[in-house]
Structure formats: C-alpha cells, structure tokens
C-alpha cells in the first residue's frame, strides 16, 4: 500500500481522481468535500433551517448521517429518524446500528414503531404476501410505508426537508432502468432535489448522490462507522435487467472512471429539462389528510388492505 498523496501517511486505499492513496482522515474529507460541492452545486440545503434524515443503519443513511454533522452541524438543525419495521432480528440490529451512528455524529434521533402507530409490520405483511393473502411484496409494502413515514413526520414536526441516502450507483442503475423501460413518471425523480409541491409534502434531498457504492463502504470502514451486519430476510435477489445493467455500467466505469458522474450529470443538466412532464396534481387523502393523487393515499389503502387480511386471519 502506497503513502498518501496529501500528508505522507500509511496510505488507506487508492483513489483514482488523485492517481494515488489516500489515509483514512484524508479519504475521508475527500468524500466530505465531493457532498459539499454536490449540496451547494444542486442547492440542495436551500431554504433549509431544519434537516431531517433518513437513517436505516444501513452503510449509505450511516454515511450520510456522519457526513451532513460533520459538515453542517451548528448551521442547520440536523435530527434523525429510523422507522422500525418490525423485521425479526433485522429490524432490532439496525436500532442499535442506527442509534449508535446517531450518538457518534451528535445527532438526536426518534424512532416511528410502525406496529405501535399503524398496527402492522413488514413481518405481517411478507407472510400475507407469501400465503397469497396480499398481492404487493414485502418491499414495494416497505418503500410506500417508509415513504409516508419519513414525510409526515417531517411535515407533522417542521422540518424543512428529508435527506435519504440513496448513493450514485441506486441513481445511474433505476435511471438506465427507467430509460429502458419507457418509465418517465419514475425517471424524472432521480434527481439530488425534489421540491415539495403541497404543503404537507416535505422538500426531498439525496446528498450522496454523486458518491458511489464503493465509496460509502469504505467511508465506512476509514471511520469505523457502526452499520448493521445482518441482511434484511426480505430482500429478493435482484432482478435480472436490473442487474444486468448494474453489472455493464460497473464495467464501463472501471474502463472510463468518472462515467457514472458523467452519466447522472447529463441527465440532470440535457435530458431532463427537455422532458415536459407535467407536475403530479395532489389533493389530501381523505382518510389521513396526506397529499394523495387520488381520494385515498397510497398508504392508507396499503394499510386497509393488510389490516383486513390480518383480521380475517384471525377469525379463521
Ligand atoms: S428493508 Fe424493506 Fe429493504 Fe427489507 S423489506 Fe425490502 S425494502 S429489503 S432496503
Ligand atoms: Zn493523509
Ligand atoms: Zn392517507
């Protein structure tokens, strides 16, 4: 292993943009420096007091967490908020995993227990799936809860706009995903910033958004960053044109690097504005007041039809 580049130190690991190693403090603030100039390039801290964040005790929401303290801590209120889903073993792991992280970057952190505020976990709603009592998966279930979740609770207490930790590979994967498959509504939102358009709807940011897989991972490791070691039982193997093209872009990169970069950037400055998609109309569901495109939100017809299921269960 090489020195590094910047201060002569047992060098941690190679970084192809200095052609040479970097040490752990300086890969580090590296990585710091790359979401700082991606937060003021896509203003993405823009009108923002009160910053919510995301935090699953995952190696990207852990990242993100220690990341945004470091830099903006004491400028802006920064809080996070993990959302137990009722995972057995996993769910638990990744408290810790979460509360720990929170500890670390000085930052406060709440936790929204979907059994206690909504009656059902990601538990109940697999198995449903699996005795074909409910026809979403366990992770489409997941992703409308955590969704909600995440938004009303930032709307309910103030907070000015929810960060998420979805990296540069979750971005150039769904968007060639969504190129290929003609999903427009869905490649419009693979941007750094969506601006709230209702009033109980919370401005959503992604800070790490030009920061790849790769990256978080060894942020991780260069700061002994607490993460969850189990992996959610739930998670189904990839999806073959999902993967397939996850697997060429990785390919390209290591021929090109900087292709994923450049890839997202052209995206986001040439194509997308040319894509005249008209803004979603929202109106307020009318069973839990959240914005909803329809009489009734997606959660709210999402958790009818699993607590139907479950008590019909029970009367079996
Ligand atoms: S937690 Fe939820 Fe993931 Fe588990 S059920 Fe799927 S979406 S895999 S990141
Ligand atoms: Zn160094
Ligand atoms: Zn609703």
Redesign the pocket.
């Known amino acids: 292993m090489g020195k590094c580049k910047i201060c002569g130190s047992p060098g941690f690991t190679y970084v192809p943009e200095y052609k040479g190693y970097l040490c752990k403090e300086h890969y580090s603030r590296f990585i710091q420096a790359k979401v700082d100039r991606c937060v003021k390039r896509h203003g993405l801290l823009r009108g923002v007091k009160r910053l919510l964040v995301g935090v699953?005790g995952g190696k990207d929401s852990v990242s993100l967490l220690h990341i945004l303290s470091h830099l903006y801590r004491g400028r802006i209120e920064i809080k996070a908020l993990f959302i137990n889903?009722g995972?057995p073993v996993y769910s638990a792991e990744s408290m810790q995993a979460a509360a720990k992280a929170a500890t670390l970057a000085g930052v406060d952190i709440d936790v929204v227990d979907i059994k206690e505020e909504y009656g059902f976990t990601?538990r109940d709603a697999a198995e449903l799936f699996l005795e074909r009592k409910i026809s979403r998966p366990?992770?489409s279930v997941?992703?409308t809860v955590k969704r909600y979740i995440l938004n009303k609770y930032a709307v309910e207490k103030g907070f000015d706009a929810v960060a998420t930790g979805h990296n540069l590979d979750d971005f150039t994967r769904f968007s060639a995903v969504n190129i290929v498959t003609g999903m427009v509504k869905d490649l419009v939102k693979q941007v750094p910033r969506e601006d709230s358009i209702h009033p109980k709807m919370a401005t959503r940011i992604k800070p790490l958004c030009l920061v790849s897989n790769e990256e978080t991972r060894k942020y991780v490791l260069a700061n002994d960053l607490p993460v969850v070691e189990s992996s959610?039982p739930?998670?189904p193997p990839p999806r073959k044109l999902s993967s397939l093209i996850a697997g060429k872009i990785d390919e390209i990169e290591g021929e090109i690097p900087g292709f994923k970069a450049m890839f997202i950037g052209n995206l986001w400055s040439k194509i997308l504005p040319m894509l005249n998609t008209p803004r979603e109309q929202l109106r307020e569901c009318e069973l839990c007041g959240m914005p909803s495109s329809g009489k009734v939100c997606s959660f709210c017809r999402l958790r009818e039809t699993i607590t139907e299921a479950m008590s019909k269960e029970r009367f079996l």
Do not use: R, T
Request: glycine share 10%.
């Open positions: 699953s889903l995972i990601i366990p992770c997941c992703g959610c739930y998670k």
